[in-house]
């Protein structure tokens, strides 16, 4: 690939990322902070997620909610996301409204905390944890995205507990935790900004100068807790939870190289290989030979820092027990390892995974969100370009390897839900 990508960064350690693309008059602003659950203290989780929803409530120019009016109003769409290791925002407007996107990121950047109020406060802790009901705590095996890294990470890993946090620390939260909150991780040193698209270059470099030059830089950060892991969990790790839901759901679980790491390509290549689309290992054997499962999906969560997740979802078809869906499961990747991949299943990963990259890319708000990605979790954007190099340079022998030092008995944590009253049956 040959993505042009320009950057530089502010005196005050925002580093701003430029890449032009004019087949479309339209721009994408990006901002990412490098902040996510993992930076929470104990007691205090579900900061990152909370945090992102009071960035939408206004600033010291902006209204509550004038945010999204200001650029729908433009004819742009936007939005925001929380995970382990970062939270970003993003807009994707018609070129000429550039500056409003800028200005509106700019001013909750540099000028939030006039315009946090308690009501603000309890209003969006009251949405988040109505956002807890409704996607964790009452929705059909909704607990697992808790319930897995739980499994998976130490309890005093950074990545052990909730994203979206409990609520007695939801609760707790007070508006000085929020501004010191605020004032620890949404600085223009902790932060990347990306713009994609159609837009002129002299001008953009203006309107950040102009906006975001002002902002000071912020204070010392605490630093995260140790989060070197061995290789594998050393034995096999399980949860077994009954829930209100008609059949069972497998979620198989492997401690996997960080991402962006040489060892991690060959592990995206091997989720291809088990689980992306219909001719892949475990979708031809689960769902159309023997017929034990409705859904299949396999994929790296992407994590940057100690231990990455390699993660097979599957979804029992009516009338499947748990243990024949975990039976099946299983079998499928002993295979894998007993007779490794061949050069043609890797050449079906690679095309399909190179196609996906760059249909993703022709999208400037796409573009926008990969720039700010390697920016922030692997220091340096032009990374993006060499992905799918790095990819070709996987081979076969790479994908067995990586299956049988990281797939077997010793690094599977299999967190398994089954309808209520099944437990022991699984068991």
């Not at 970062?86 to 200005?103: C, F, K, Q």
Request: hydrophobic residues 45%; negative net charge.
């Amino acid at each position: 690939m040959d993505i042009p990508i320009d950057t530089y960064e502010l005196p005050n350690g925002l580093r701003v990322i430029l890449s032009e693309d004019h087949r479309a008059p339209i721009v994408a602003v990006n901002l990412w902070y490098h902040v996510g659950s993992a930076h929470e203290r104990a007691g205090r989780t579900g900061f990152a997620h909370l945090f992102e929803h009071m960035l939408f409530q206004g600033s010291e120019h902006v209204g509550a909610n004038e945010h999204f009016e200001l650029v729908q109003r433009a004819g742009g769409t936007l939005n925001g996301s929380t995970w382990l290791e970062r939270t970003n925002y993003y807009e994707t407007v018609p070129s000429h409204h550039l500056a409003t996107a800028l200005w509106l990121e700019a001013d909750r950047m540099g000028r939030l905390l006039p315009a946090m109020t308690q009501e603000k406060l309890d209003t969006q802790r009251g949405v988040v944890q109505n956002e807890r009901r409704w996607s964790v705590d009452n929705q059909p095996y909704g607990t697992w995205w808790e319930r897995l890294p739980a499994l998976c990470y130490p309890p005093t890993h950074p990545f052990h507990h909730s994203l979206i946090g409990s609520f007695a620390d939801l609760d707790a939260a007070s508006l000085e935790d929020i501004a010191e909150f605020f004032r620890t991780w949404y600085t223009p040193d902790n932060a990347v900004l990306t713009i994609a698209g159609d837009f002129d270059p002299v001008e953009a470099r203006a309107l950040v100068q102009q906006y975001y030059g002002p902002i000071p830089r912020g204070g010392p950060r605490p630093a995260l807790a140790d989060m070197s892991l061995p290789p594998t969990f050393g034995a096999w790790l399980r949860d077994t939870v009954e829930d209100d839901v008609m059949v069972p759901r497998l979620f198989l679980a492997s401690r996997s190289p960080v991402f962006g790491s040489d060892a991690y390509y060959p592990a995206t290549i091997c989720a291809a290989v088990l689980g992306l689309r219909r001719g892949s290992r475990l979708k031809r054997s689960l769902i159309r030979d023997q017929e034990v499962a409705s859904a299949v999906s396999v994929s790296t969560w992407d994590l940057a820092k100690g231990a990455d997740l390699f993660v097979i979802d599957v979804t029992a078809r009516p009338g499947v027990s748990a243990e024949r869906l975990e039976a099946a499961t299983v079998a499928e990747v002993d295979r894998l390892i007993a007779e490794g991949v061949t050069d043609a299943e890797v050449e079906r990963a690679l095309a399909m995974l190179e196609t996906d990259i760059v249909i993703a890319l022709q999208s400037a708000g796409d573009r926008a969100d990969k720039l700010s990605l390697f920016a922030t979790l692997l220091g340096d954007p032009r990374r993006l370009n060499e992905e799918l190099a790095r990819h070709r340079r996987v081979r076969a022998a790479d994908v067995t390897a990586f299956a049988r030092t990281r797939l077997g008995a010793d690094n599977r944590a299999s967190l398994l839900y089954v309808p209520k009253g099944a437990a022991a049956v699984a068991a």
